[in-house]
Antibody, heavy 122, light 108 residues
């Protein structure tokens, strides 16, 4: 079964740091670009970041650029999101998602995890 | 950045109805348009990619059309399990990857 399982979401104070993880199974992880997408409570979907199959290319939404870092460990079938200088507006459910393309990106998301909740509050 | 605008923002319909949701891009995105369904408390699910290609396992009552700036998602005969929020998303000029604001489909 193709599966993504996120972890690491907690309550953190503004200015704090957090690392999210996503464990992938059921597909050849290092064949695919991976993404993080977030959803603030009661709001729509916002793309956060992507990383190419080999980790060689990374991109970020302007709202997180310079504060968040995406990475992956293909030997562990795992995706990560290091989140620094957290703000209240970063409060959201963070989803890990698999790109629908192969080694070339399609920037469509065909597999999603269940999400992990990050709450930034004092 | 490319802005995606969906209409309507919410919609009430009955089981068996034919429903159409529209998505408009702020500039041409060719056919690089994807549709997702999200049910409460669940992750989004890819329905349609590249404007009109049905994702594997998605019922054929879902269809997508359009190119350039104007796109539609059509559900030919609404089923009880189709009541959800639907999002369009462009994958043409990225990053950033951008979504529409969502269309909430409710039971009349």
């Amino acid at each position: 079964e193709v599966q993504l399982v996120e972890s690491g979401g907690v309550v953190v104070q503004p200015g704090g740091s957090l690392r999210l993880s996503c464990a992938a199974s059921g597909f050849t992880f290092d064949d695919y670009t991976m993404h993080w997408v977030r959803q603030a409570p009661g709001k729509g979907l916002e793309w956060v970041s992507l990383i190419s199959w080999d980790g060689g290319s990374t991109y970020y939404a302007d709202s997180v650029k310079g504060r968040f870092t995406i990475s992956r460990d293909n030997s562990k079938n795992s995706l990560y999101l290091q989140m620094n200088s957290l703000r209240t507006e970063d409060t959201a459910l963070y989803y890990c998602s698999k790109d629908n393309g192969g080694p070339g990106r399609s920037d469509a998301f065909d597999i999603w995890g269940q999400g992990t909740m990050v709450t930034v509050s004092s | 950045d490319i802005q995606m605008t969906q209409s309507p923002s919410s919609l009430s319909a009955s089981v068996g109805d034919r429903v159409t949701i529209t998505c408009r891009a702020s500039q041409s995105i060719s056919s690089y348009l994807n549709w997702y369904q999200q049910k409460p408390g669940k992750a989004p699910k890819l329905l349609i990619y590249a404007a009109s290609s049905l994702q594997s396992g998605v019922p054929s009552r879902f269809s997508g059309s359009g190119s350039g700036t104007d796109f539609t998602l059509t559900i030919s005969s609404l089923q009880p399990e189709d009541f959800a929020t639907y999002y369009c998303q462009q994958s043409y000029i990225t990053p950033p990857i951008t979504f529409g604001q969502g269309t909430r489909l409710e039971i009349k």
